[in-house]
């Protein structure tokens, strides 16, 4: 049987951090042998608060990279960058004239960054899940996996589909694949190292709410050394009054790669002095292979250029034959 198809990517807006890691790019890594795989690097996405062009190329490559540092295969995944393919571009303008506006209006990542931005709110921010949804339903993805912030967009993703087969579509031949997010529970939501009941986040302006991936040994562990904590006997995961004790347990529990209950009984007497050298020794032990591998994979543009190429020369077939097939539901005429 042929594998099911799998597309997610991430934005290259500064660094990647534990967030980025735990709730989705180490999913990916983990399941990848089980599926056909399409990650790309959402370029197109960055752009849509203010950016800085003297970074936006590089930091695509950054990112690639950290996805092939991270555990991404090429043999199992076509590793790819979003901008390099018009399509994603095309069909997005496709998909918005079939789109509510109000659907976008009620989207939380539209409403909490256009909060944040007072004035300068692009259509383009507005615009940011239909875009998704193109990069989505370009590679008749069947999966997504994501973190649980971006659910709601995979569900707006889900409405286009639906609302364009029933429009365009033969009874028995749907425009459109219908696809569903993978949501791993663990690690879906990376809370803030400064307010546990904030997700940590590239956009918080406080280096000190998040751990990057490319952090030093001796930032992780003064990041992890200044981090929230509170006042309570003992450490446990669950307790409402207690977010950061959670989140860092948690965060300990994913990076050693424990089982809960062996780190609820090991940590449950624990003091905040013992535990956080623990922390911090687990992420930087973590991460070292990580990084290694990244310095060396960015030392070698060549190779990571060339990788990115076939990438998007493979990825282009499928986008331009499901554009295809979408142009020609809506009645264009075929170019001459
Ligand atoms: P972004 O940084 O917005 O490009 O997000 C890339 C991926 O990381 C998406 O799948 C997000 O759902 C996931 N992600 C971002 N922040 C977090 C977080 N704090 N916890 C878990 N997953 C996250
Ligand atoms: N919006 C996603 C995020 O911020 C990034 C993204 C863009 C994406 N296109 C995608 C994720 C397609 C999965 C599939 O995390």
Known sequence: MDKKRVLSGVQPTGNLHLGNYLGAIRNWVEAQPDYDNYFCVVDLHAIT????PKQLAESSLAIAALYLACGIEPTHSTI???SHISAHSELAWLLNCVTPLNWLERMIQFKEKAR?????????????????????????ADL??????????????RDIVIRINDQFGK????VLKLPAPLIR??????MSLTD?????SKSDPSEQSRINLL???????KKIKRCKTDSFKGLEFDNPDRPECHNLLSLYMLLSGQSRDAVAAECAEMGWGQFKPLLADTVVAALEPIQTKYYEIMGDRASLEALLKAGREKAEVSANDVLDRVKTALGFSKPL
């Open 49 to 52: 608060v203010p950016h800085d």
């Open 80 to 82: 790819f960058i979003q």
């Open 116 to 140: 944040k931005q007072g004035e300068n709110v692009s259509v383009g921010l507005l615009d940011y899940p239909v875009l998704m949804a193109a990069d989505i339903l370009l590679y008749d």
């Open 144 to 157: 997504v996996p994501v973190g649980e912030d971006q659910k709601q967009h995979i569900e707006l993703t």
């Open 171 to 174: 009874k028995k031949k749907p």
């Open 185 to 190: 529970e663990a690690g879906a939501r990376v």
């Open 196 to 200: 546990g009941t904030k997700k940590m």
């Open 215 to 221: 952090d030093s040994p001796a930032e992780i562990t």
